[in-house]
T-cell receptor, first 112, second 114 residues
């Protein structure tokens, strides 16, 4: 399974754009990159998923370079409610039994 | 409303007692999962089930047991053999048990054993 490395914590201010980078040097050809968000005492929530280049939805953008050895989650104009832990995972959606591993994640603190 | 329910939200038990945590989903998902989360840590996989009447151990299955008699239900029993059972337990489901599929999580059960 591809191992991921992400910063333990980040601080930002309201209204700023936040970029969280995740390294996954041994990502496999069939792996997708998925990001989850977790608020305290709640289950994680899916944010975005991508395979290559750029994916954007109403919540975030995901940038994946051509070599796919890293990815960057971009949160535009964060607010206090974006304070949460963000997890980066890689996995093959077509390989049953290939379980995802949630690492420690990145704790984002948004300040007023 | 479709989703995953876990009950109860808080559970207190005495050391040496077995306790069963409930997880129900009405999403018609084949796969279900149990995770454990300790304070300030990520999620660790306890057990998962790809289909009814089948389940596999995750990374930290010792001291836990599960059953999957119905598609909708995947209860977790924390046995007295689990050395440090106090934790936040999360149940999830996905259409199939493949690593790239979105997992839908329940609200969690916080278990305290004294």
């Amino acid at each position: 399974l591809a191992k991921t490395t992400q910063p333990i914590s980040m601080d930002s201010y309201e209204g700023q754009e936040v970029n969280i980078t995740c390294s996954h040097n041994n990502i496999a050809t069939n792996d997708y990159i998925t990001w989850y968000q977790q608020f305290p005492s709640q289950g994680p929530r899916f944010i975005i998923q991508g395979y290559k280049t750029k994916v954007t939805n109403e919540v975030a953008s995901l940038f994946i370079p051509a070599d796919r050895k890293s990815s960057t989650l971009s949160l535009p104009r964060v607010s206090l409610s974006d304070t949460a832990v963000y997890y980066c995972l890689v996995g093959d959606p077509y390989n049953a039994g290939n379980m995802l591993t949630f690492g420690g994640g990145t704790r984002l603190m948004v300040k007023p | 409303d479709g989703g995953i329910t876990q009950s109860p939200k808080y559970l207190f038990r005495k050391e040496g007692q077995n306790v069963t945590l409930s997880c129900e989903q009405n999403l018609n998902h084949d796969a279900m999962y149990w995770y454990r989360q300790d304070p300030g840590q990520g999620l660790r996989l306890i057990y998962y089930s790809q289909i009814v009447n089948d389940f596999q151990k995750g990374d930290i299955a010792e001291g836990y047991s599960v059953s999957r008699e119905k598609k909708e239900s995947f209860p977790l029993t924390v046995t007295s053999a689990q050395k440090n059972p106090t934790a936040f337990y999360l149940c999830a489901s996905s259409p199939t048990a493949a690593g790239g599929y979105e997992q839908y999580f329940g609200p969690g059960t916080r278990l305290t054993v004294t």
